[in-house]
């Protein structure tokens, strides 16, 4: 990532928290958990029972769903190269003000 | 001492000789100014870009313990020790997210260890003072269990003495490593990482393509495996989950991936780096090192396939099931192989030794030393304090290995996961919401700790002739609130720490309702929500070495 002229300090209102979709690739390697997609011996592969070599597939899978929403997030947080460019947490923070008062009775 | 195998000891002693140069130098190695700061000897000066993260990283998840005690488990047990490949697997999807904030606003505000953080997030010294001795405890018996790593190693080797002076080579090796995390601080791991991952990556790749082309392929393997399993008498073994562990084996792999970063060993790798990228490309790579461990797990059914069997510790007098790959190497491969593959672990201990030592230096140092025993130590008293402390906390090891019976660091290395879990609130919550309350937070930690342990102590393993700390598998008939059953006769078992830390954010949530409603204060946030999203480059940063 080049590193251009450094961004303004980014929010200081909202809960701080951005939204994108593409974060939701992160739940599918979580499929995992649920052991009775694959607790079978047979098909063998190489001689490896099914439970095994499908739990090895799940490397690819997982490392697929993360560098996708490494590729498509990587140029967060915004950069305001361009000066007229509103930075995302401007936008948010009309939208966050509703949800602000988590840790306002804490000052 | 046994038969001394020469050949092999020759080549480990030689790249032990290596990294042990290397070491030394490493305090030289793109270094800052000066020494004397815990951001340069603590955090390698906060600067590691993607390949050092991914070696020093990798190098400090996957540990000698971990090498030598799955394979170990899969010998002993079957399919359930496999769990730690969906373990590794779910680990990086869900850590993704936050630990770019952890990064982030551990680089604003300068927090060293996971203590400080939530200092400044909640304002107050004792929930950072129970993360910091949580993170302590949990982390020391983790740097004993490298040592019977190493140990496993080197009595294979033929170093089998019995007493304390059967601990001889071990002790030896260990003051080495604690001279030179002394003097180059977490350069000397990350440098040393780039040695010890190669040798692993080699020696696990050759075992598995080539074992099992010699004993007749997989598929005999695990015939033979499945035989073995057949002919015991415990019901739960097996090539495959059966009805009843199958929860367990879910619960174990989701519990583990959700504590791992909560160590203070894994999240000083990760503040170590020098941005927000280098984080999410490390998500990305350190997946290779779970394949790794998934074939090394394999390993376990080799063994059994070659009639391997473990060792006697002399020390001890029992078989020691950790020496399985070990010895299976030794059966199998020539001996100046088997030297390389002995080096791989044994240097595989050392790294992950020095991090830990480091970080639970680092939270000595910041969150017990400077909050109430010397509020105005400057840093270079703080990095003084932390080296002193790194030696204490590596000879406070070797002592357990050497005096008390190894089986306890086993047993406290059980706990350690189970306790570490209980931080999860405070520390990865916590960087989402501040909505949990701060006493809410206090009493969870307390009640998941406190059941957590009950529940441990509680389970038996009568294959072992254990009654106490026999495993992390909670029957659910057992399960008992007060005295009350209400799922008796179920023979479903679960991970205690899950059901630790579900337990714990009920309570907290419970709390936490009470207290919003009677509006207790919840302490004070010095952090801003801006703060969770600065990278490299931003001028909101603190400079390194500077507080």
Redesign the interface.
């Known amino acids: 990532m080049s590193t251009g002229s450094p961004p303004p300090r980014a929010g200081h209102s909202g809960n701080g928290l951005r939204w994108n979709a593409w974060n939701l690739l992160l739940l599918v390697p979580l499929l995992m958990l649920a052991t009775a997609l694959y607790n079978e011996d047979r098909p063998r592969l190489f001689g490896l029972p099914f439970f095994y070599w499908c739990q090895f597939l799940f490397v690819p899978l997982g490392v697929l769903c993360v560098g996708l929403v490494y590729l498509r997030t990587r140029d967060e947080p915004v950069r305001t190269d361009r000066p007229d460019r509103l930075s995302v947490d401007d936008l948010d923070s009309a939208g966050a003000a509703g949800r602000r008062q988590d840790g306002s009775d804490a000052r | 001492m046994n038969d001394l195998q020469w050949t092999e000891i020759v080549v480990f002693s030689a790249l032990f000789l290596l990294v042990t140069v290397l070491g030394f130098v490493a305090a030289r190695w793109r270094a800052g100014d000066s020494l004397d700061h815990l951001d340069e000897w603590g955090l390698g000066g906060r600067k590691f870009g993607s390949w050092i993260t991914w070696f020093l990283v990798g190098g400090d998840l996957y540990t000698a313990y971990t090498f030598v005690a799955v394979p170990a488990l899969i010998f002993g047990a079957g ?1 359930m020790g ?1 769990f730690a ?2 373990y590794t ?2 680990l ?3 850590v ?2 936050p630990l770019l904030r952890m990064w982030s606003v551990s680089r604003v505000h300068g927090y060293v260890t996971p203590a400080d953080y939530v200092r400044g997030r909640y304002g107050s010294s004792l929930l950072a003072l129970l993360v910091a001795l949580t993170g302590i405890i949990a982390t020391m018996p983790y740097i004993a269990l490298q040592l019977v790593g190493l140990e496993a190693v080197l009595r294979t080797m033929g170093f089998n003495g019995s007493g304390v002076m059967g601990h001889a080579p071990l002790f030896i090796a260990f003051l080495i490593l604690a001279l030179y995390t002394y003097q180059s601080g977490l350069r000397a791991p990350a440098l040393i990482a780039f040695v010890k991952d190669t040798l692993i990556y080699i020696v696990i790749l050759v075992a598995v393509f080539y074992l ?1 082309s010699k004993l007749g ?6 015939d033979q495996a499945q035989a073995k399993f057949d002919a015991s008498r415990t019901p739960s073994d097996g ?3 059966n009805h009843n562990n ?1 929860l367990q ?2 619960t174990l ?2 519990g583990s991936a959700l504590a791992l970063f909560l160590y203070p060993h894994s999240l000083t790798g990760i503040l170590a780096s020098k ?3 280098v984080i ?2 490390n ?2 790579a350190l ?1 290779a090192y ?2 790794l461990l ?1 074939m090394l797990a ?1 390993l376990g059914y080799v063994a059994i396939s070659a009639n391997s069997t473990p060792l006697t510790n002399q020390a001890t007098g029992r078989p020691d099931s950790n020496t399985i790959v070990p010895v299976l190497f030794e059966q199998q491969f020539p001996g100046w192989f088997t030297g390389i593959a002995f080096a791989a672990i044994g240097i595989g201990a050392l790294v992950p030794a020095a991090i830990m030592s480091i970080a639970a230096a680092n939270l000595w140092t910041r969150n017990i030393y400077k909050e109430y025993l010397r509020r105005d130590a400057s840093p270079a008293q703080e990095a003084k304090q932390a080296k002193l402390a790194s030696l204490v906390v590596k000879f406070g090891a070797i002592a357990f290995i050497v005096f008390v019976d190894p089986q306890f660091s086993i047993d406290l290395q059980l706990i350690g996961g189970v306790i570490i879990l209980q931080t999860l609130p405070a520390v990865a919550i916590s960087l ?4 949990f309350h701060l006493w809410g937070l206090v009493t969870g930690w307390v009640v998941g700790m406190a059941w957590g342990f009950v529940m441990l102590y509680g389970i038996p393993n009568p294959a072992a002739g254990k009654a106490h700390f026999g495993g992390s598998a909670l029957t659910f008939g057992e399960l008992s609130l007060f005295g009350w059953r209400p799922l008796a006769g179920s023979q479903v078992q679960i991970y205690v720490g899950f059901v630790a830390l579900v337990a714990n954010l009920l309570v907290a949530a419970l709390v936490t309702l009470v207290l ?1 409603r009677m ?1 207790v ?5 010095e952090t ?13 940063l603190k400079p390194v070495g500077s507080h």
């Open positions: 399919a496999f490949l969906p697997v779910i990086y999807p869900i993704f997210l099992p392929g997989w598929d005999t393997i695990f090539i495959l989950l199958q084996y879910a792999a989701l941005g927000r990228n999410k490309r998500m990305v997946p779970s394949l998934g394999l989402y919401t501040r909505w919003r509006r204060l919840n302490g004070t946030d801003r929500p801006g703060d969770y999203h600065a990278d490299e480059g931003d001028p909101s």
